[in-house]
């Protein structure tokens, strides 16, 4: 079965420091990962997208990695800021035509002062 | 911010009645979505679009009927609302169904059915 797991569910840091979200993922083929940003009563935002020759990839602070041999990605936060505070999604598209995407539940993280 | 408007973006039904949702872009993109999304679960895909009056279902689909008669319209029915329709509803566009498609989200439409 296709899945998407995503840890911790929740994260509370103080502003300024580091963190990182985890994805675990059972899909396959493999096409894509995506990893989205969504502010409480909005849409989800993309921030990047990785395919399978990707390592790394950053957008400002946020840099994601990608380990395609062990379907695992995760998403690190530099200097936190207050308006880091959102749920962040991670999603895997199917490859081999499907282009399905499969999402997980999110992280909600809260940055605090 | 891509263009996409949703409405109603509030609303609070009776179960059995008819809930008519709107997505409308104006991007001009061929590929349109509805998800929904609820606690403890991932967005999950209701119907989507590649083109005008070309429409598909996705994963959870049962309740729920769509049309597009104009490329930038998107509309999500829920023929007679049932209280398991509680949702927050998000429509998505893309230029792309391929891998390499970047999905835009509305703002979403919060539906309770009471």
């Known amino acids: 079965k296709n899945q998407v797991e995503q840890s911790p569910q929740s994260l509370i840091i103080l502003e300024g420091k580091n963190c990182t979200l985890q994805?675990?993922?059972?899909?396959?083929?493999?096409?894509?990962l995506r990893w989205y940003k969504q502010d409480t009563g909005r849409g989800p935002v993309s921030l990047t997208i990785?395919?399978?020759?990707?390592n790394t990839k950053s957008n400002g602070r946020y840099t994601a990695t990608l380990d395609a041999d062990t379907k695992q990605s995760s998403l690190h936060i530099t200097a936190s800021q207050l308006s880091d505070s959102a749920s962040y999604i991670c999603?895997?598209?199917?490859?081999?035509?499907?282009?399905?995407?499969?999402f997980g539940k999110g992280t909600k993280l809260s940055v605090i002062p | 911010d891509a263009g996409i408007t949703q409405s109603p973006r509030h609303k609070v039904t009776e179960t059995g009645t008819p809930v008519t949702l709107r997505c409308h872009q104006t991007?001009?993109?061929?590929?349109m979505y509805w998800y929904r999304q609820d606690p403890g679960h991932g967005l999950r895909l209701i119907h989507y679009?590649?083109?005008?009056?070309?429409?598909d279902k996705g994963e959870v689909s049962d309740g729920y009927s769509v049309s597009r008669s104009k490329t930038e319209d998107f509309l999500l029915t829920l023929e007679s609302a049932t209280s398991s329709q509680t949702s927050v509803y998000f429509c998505?566009?893309?230029?792309?169904?391929?891998?390499?498609?970047?999905?835009?989200f509305g703002e979403g439409s919060r539906l309770t059915v009471l």
């Open positions: 991007e001009n993109h061929r590929y």
């Open positions: 998505a566009i893309s230029d792309s169904g391929t891998a390499g498609g970047e999905l835009f």
């Open positions: 994805c675990n993922y059972t899909v396959s083929p493999f096409s894509n």
């Open positions: 990785m395919t399978f020759s990707e």
């Open positions: 999603v895997v598209m199917r490859g081999a035509g499907s282009y399905q995407l499969t």
């Open positions: 679009s590649y083109g005008v009056k070309d429409t």
